[in-house]
C-alpha cells in the first residue's frame, strides 16, 4: 500500500505540475490573442509531439517531456537596421542574433503585418508577457489561500506536549539520537526538575497571564533564572518554581515559529501541543506574504547553496532541507507525502501547499529581468518605453523598437548557466534528495 501511494502521490504532483505549465501559457496566449497578435503554437512540454490539435490559427498539444512550455508568437523580434529579417554573418555571435530574429518570423504568412509581437506597444508587450508568471501567483494564491482557510494551519499552543529530560544544545541535538538524546553528563531540564507534565496549560507566567504561544516563548526566552508559573492540570491551577537556564537553542520570529540558525536564551525544556487552527481572510493573506518572502529570499540566497549542493551531490555531504529542489525532487516528496501516516485531509493540504510553492517559485523565477525568461522580455519592453519617452521629452526623434535579439548571445550563456544548474539539481534528486525527514 507504501508503494502504491508513494506512486499515487508523485502520479498527482505530476499533473499538478501539467497544469500548472497549461495555466501559465494561457496567460500569455490570452493576452496575446486580446491583442490581436498571431499565435501559431501552444504547447505544454517540449519534445516531439504527442498530440495536438489546430483550432482556428493555432495549433494546441503536448509534447513528450512535461518539463515546461510555450507559445509561438509571429514577430517576437524587429527586423535588423537594414530591414532584414534572415541577414547572415560569420560572426557567431552575429549569427545567434539572426538566428533568433529568423525564427520570430518562420510562420510569417500575408496580413501578418500588423498582428507582430514587436509592433504592439510597450505596455501590451509587458501585459503579454508579465501574464504568465502572473497566472502562476494567482494560482499560488488561490490553492494556499483554499488551504489556509478552509482547513487551517498547524499552530503552536500553550499546552505541554512532551517534557524534556535533559538540557541539550540545538547544535548537539542532531548529533544525538531521537529515541535516547540524553548523556549522563547533560543536566536535567528545568521543566523536569519542577514536575511539569504532558497536558499542562500555562495561565501565568512571574504572574503575568499567557496569553499565546508567542508571548510565552518569549517570556520564556528572556526569563533566564528562578520564574514562578502557574499551569492548569486536570481541572486544577498548580504553581510550579522552574529555574530556567540558558542554553543554544534556535531562533524564532515574532510568532515563536522555529528559523534557520540559532541563538543563546532562555530554557524551560517542553515540547508544546499545537493544533490545526483554520485562518481569517487578513491572517491568510499576511501567511501567503510570508510565503512570497520566503520564496524571494530563497531565491536571492540560491547562489550561495550551490557548493553544499554540489557537495551533496559528490562528496555525500547531507543534503540540506533548504537545498535547492527540481522538478523530480519535487515529486519525489509529493510521493513521501501520500505515503505518510497521516489522517487523508493532512496529506491533501501538504501536496496543495507543494503545488502552491512550486507555482510561487514559477512567478519569481520568470520575472528575473533576463533573457530568455519572461522577466527579460518585460525589461525589454520597459527600457523600449523609456527611450521613447525620453526622445519626446527632448524632442528627439524616435529611437524605434528596442532590438531585444541583440541580447540574444546574453540569453544563451543564461540558459546555459540554468542548464547547467538544473541538471545538478536532478542528479542531487537522484542520488541524494531531500526528505521530509530532513
Known amino acids: 500500500m507504501t508503494a502504491l501511494m508513494t506512486v499515487l502521490g508523485i502520479v498527482v504532483f505530476a499533473v499538478g505540475l501539467m497544469v500548472s505549465i497549461a495555466w501559465h501559457e494561457l496567460g500569455h496566449l ?93 505596455w501590451k508587450r509587458v501585459i503579454v508577457m508579465f501574464a504568465g508568471p502572473f497566472m502562476n501567483l494567482i494560482l499560488a494564491f488561490a490553492l494556499a489561500l483554499s488551504v489556509f482557510m478552509g482547513i487551517g494551519i498547524a499552530e503552536q499552543t500553550t499546552v505541554v506536549s512532551s517534557v524534556s529530560d535533559c538540557v541539550i544544545s540545538q547544535a548537539d541535538t542532531a548529533k544525538r539520537s531521537p529515541d535516547n538524546p540524553c548523556l549522563p553528563s547533560d543536566p536535567v531540564a528545568p521543566a523536569k526538575t519542577a514536575g511539569f507534565q504532558p497536558g499542562d496549560k500555562f495561565v501565568s507566567f512571574n504572574g503575568r497571564p499567557v496569553d499565546g504561544w508567542a508571548d510565552l516563548s518569549k517570556d520564556i526566552r528572556t526569563g533566564v533564572g528562578p520564574a514562578t508559573i502557574v499551569v492548569e492540570r486536570a481541572g486544577k491551577q498548580v504553581t510550579l518554581h522552574p529555574v530556567i537556564t540558558k542554553n543554544v537553542v534556535a531562533k524564532t520570529d515574532s510568532d515563536g515559529n522555529v528559523q534557520d540558525g540559532t541563538v543563546t536564551a532562555g530554557f524551560l525544556g517542553f515540547s508544546p501541543a499545537s493544533h490545526i487552527q483554520p485562518q481569517g481572510f487578513t491572517s491568510s493573506v499576511s501567511h501567503m506574504g510570508d510565503m512570497a518572502k520566503q520564496g524571494m529570499d530563497s531565491l536571492l540566497r540560491l547562489p550561495q547553496r550551490i557548493p553544499d549542493l554540489w557537495r551533496a551531490t559528490f562528496d555525500g555531504a547531507p543534503r540540506k532541507a533548504d537545498s535547492p529542489m527540481g522538478v523530480v525532487g519535487a515529486a519525489r516528496v509529493g510521493g513521501e507525502v501520500f505515503s505518510l501516516k497521516e489522517p487523508a485531509i493532512d496529506r491533501i493540504a501538504t501536496m496543495v501547499m507543494l503545488v502552491a510553492g512550486f507555482n510561487l517559485s514559477l512567478f519569481l523565477f520568470n520575472m528575473l529581468p533576463l533573457l530568455p525568461l519572461d522577466g527579460g522580455h518585460v525589461a525589454g519592453a520597459l527600457w523600449e518605453s523609456l527611450r521613447r519617452h525620453t526622445a519626446r521629452v527632448f524632442r528627439r526623434p524616435d529611437p524605434g523598437p528596442f532590438d531585444v535579439a541583440k541580447l540574444m548571445p546574453v540569453a544563451y550563456i543564461v540558459a546555459g548557466i540554468f542548464v547547467s544548474f538544473t541538471l545538478l539539481v536532478l542528479i542531487a534528486d537522484v542520488v541524494n534528495p531531500v526528505k521530509l525527514s530532513s
Open 30 to 122: 490570452s493576452t496575446a490573442k486580446l491583442f490581436k497578435i498571431r499565435v501559431p503554437q501552444y504547447m505544454v512540454g517540449f519534445g516531439p509531439t504527442v498530440w495536438s490539435r489546430k483550432k482556428g490559427e493555432t495549433e494546441y498539444g503536448f509534447k513528450a517531456i512535461p518539463l515546461g512550455g510555450y507559445i509561438r508568437m509571429i514577430g517576437m523580434f524587429p527586423p535588423g537596421e537594414d530591414g532584414r529579417i534572415t541577414a547572415r554573418s560569420t560572426s557567431p555571435w552575429r549569427s545567434m542574433i539572426e538566428d533568433a530574429r529568423s525564427a520570430a518570423y518562420e510562420e510569417l504568412q500575408p496580413g501578418d503585418e500588423t498582428r507582430l509581437f514587436y509592433t504592439r506597444k510597450p
